[in-house]
């Protein structure tokens, strides 16, 4: 019977073990990763599982870390690697190798050919502080070309970084984007939205007051501010007419934040959004869930710097999950807004005109007297909130396959205006990618969590009237405190609650041992 129950056990291991190795053999190749993270941040997205599998040549990634790196930088390396077996998971064309350049002479020179330079960082080692020279890039090569990751420091971003490298190795017929300046391109400041663009496309400016290459794909005109020639006015025209996409930052007011003075545009530019039934009004739209500025205010004899609410500013945070190009974002902040509004009549250019987004249900509309003051005192109209929202970003679609997506703010393109703000750049590169029929990273994109604000007063448009900024803040600080107060006393509290729970529990077990025994 011994002999029998031994032969058992050992035939019952042998199964196992056999069983665990066709596991583990099988899981390289077909596996499932449960990521329970809000965004899916674990996981490789279907965006990059789309642009992976139109690889069709090998792709061999070498990443250059060092292997003493500082405790902060090891989780990076681990996701990155982590990431990277994901890739390869998709697509058996791709090949990843690390490599610690600082081990081997010959290593470190081969890094450097590959534009990777060691960068200098501090480092805590036998409580002294360090300087260490470390690598923490990667290089990615396919056929004859090669894209670099020279300086990878975080996690937060890296699958949409490889695979925006991934795309730019595999796409060979690049778009072509067109940018139009139709204010003063002296004073035109768009390096940051033109490097960003051309990591993706084809990028050419152009000039007012010229025709229109044939060879753009997508044009982007940078609001007017006054009224522009008639060569410009026909060319814009005729490139809608021919089928292709545009994209347009323009407002009804010129407005000024530094001198507070604002005034109406006078500008044919009007007459031709209302040919594809987008209106334009003369107006600035105000937004109680808004952006802050800082004014200097007076405390005796000194001027302290103080945030103040700006309504001009409006925080744009709710989308609709049905339009692709904005389903996915955090939010938008366009500057000085103006209220777009929709005609409804019939009209043989365009197909249909839909919303992109709107302000929210705590708006006003300021239409006489511009006053950019952010002090509600000295400006009335700060305080005629609760009104419904207003358009401020809508999309025409031309019944010859050419569309119009207009956003009422004229500096939205703008370095140190619109493109100054992360999310904007996001819903402008979505908008790109969208009108030149690429939508491979729009996804991708907004993956990142940017911001998860709580709205600690969650007041009604009739309450924000209601009450006054000073009682809003004094209401917003105290709110504020009890979070505090319940943050730091209740995980203690549940902490001791539980303890008592057990030590009541194992005192019952006891009595109960001791009643058996006894």
Known sequence: MLIKNKNSFFIFLGLLIVGLILLNLTARDIFHRFDLTDNKMFSLSNSSKSIVKKLDDRLTIKVYFSDNLPNELG??????????????????????YF??????????????????????????????????????????????????LPVIQTTAG??????????????????TIGLLNLANTEDAKNENLSAQLREHYNFRNLQKGNNIPDGIDV????GAVDTIDSTTYQSIETF???????????????????????????SNIFDLLSK??????????????????????????????????????????????????????????????????????????????????????NSGIMEVNLNLSPDPQQNPFIKMLGQKPKVLAATSLLNNGGELMLIADSKFLADDAGMSVDENMIFLMNIVDYLAGDQDLISLRSREVTSRPLDILQLEPA?????????????????????????????SALIIAFGAFRMRKEKNEAEVLKQIYD
């Open 463 to 491: 309450d924000e009237q209601r009450y006054s900024q000073d009682e809003k803040d004094i209401m917003r600080d105290k709110t504020k405190k009890r979070w505090k107060f319940a943050n730091m006393v209740l995980p």
């Open 158 to 175: 890296l699958e949409y970084m490889i695979s925006t490298k991934l795309k730019s190795l595999i796409n060979i017929d690049k778009k």
């Open 240 to 266: 809608l007419n021919n089928g292709k996409k545009l994209f347009l930052a323009q407002s009804g007011v010129n407005t000024d934040l530094q001198t507070q003075q604002a005034s109406p545009i006078q």
């Open 75 to 96: 989780n990076t390396r681990r996701y990155l690697q982590d990431i990277l077996e994901e890739y390869r998971a998709v697509s058996k064309n791709i090949n990843f």
């Open 276 to 361: 594809y039934k987008l209106n334009l009004q003369k107006n600035l739209v105000l937004d109680g869930n808004c952006g802050k500025v800082t004014v200097q205010v007076r405390q005796g004899p000194f001027l302290i710097p103080y945030p103040m609410d700006y309504p001009f500013f409006p925080i744009v945070d709710s989308f609709d999950d049905t339009m692709l190009v904005v389903s996915d974002l955090e939010m938008v902040r366009p500057l000085f807004p103006s209220e777009i509004r929709i005609d409804t009549l019939e009209n043989g250019l365009v197909k249909n005109v839909t919303p992109l987004f709107t302000s929210s249900r």
């Open 219 to 222: 044009l982007l005109i940078s």
């Open 99 to 148: 490599y610690d350049p600082e081990s081997d002479l010959e290593l470190e020179e081969q890094a450097r050919k590959d534009g990777i330079q060691p960068v200098q960082m501090q480092s805590l080692e036998n409580d002294q502080m360090v300087v260490k020279k470390v690598y923490l890039g990667m290089v990615l090569v396919y056929e004859d070309k090669k894209e670099t």
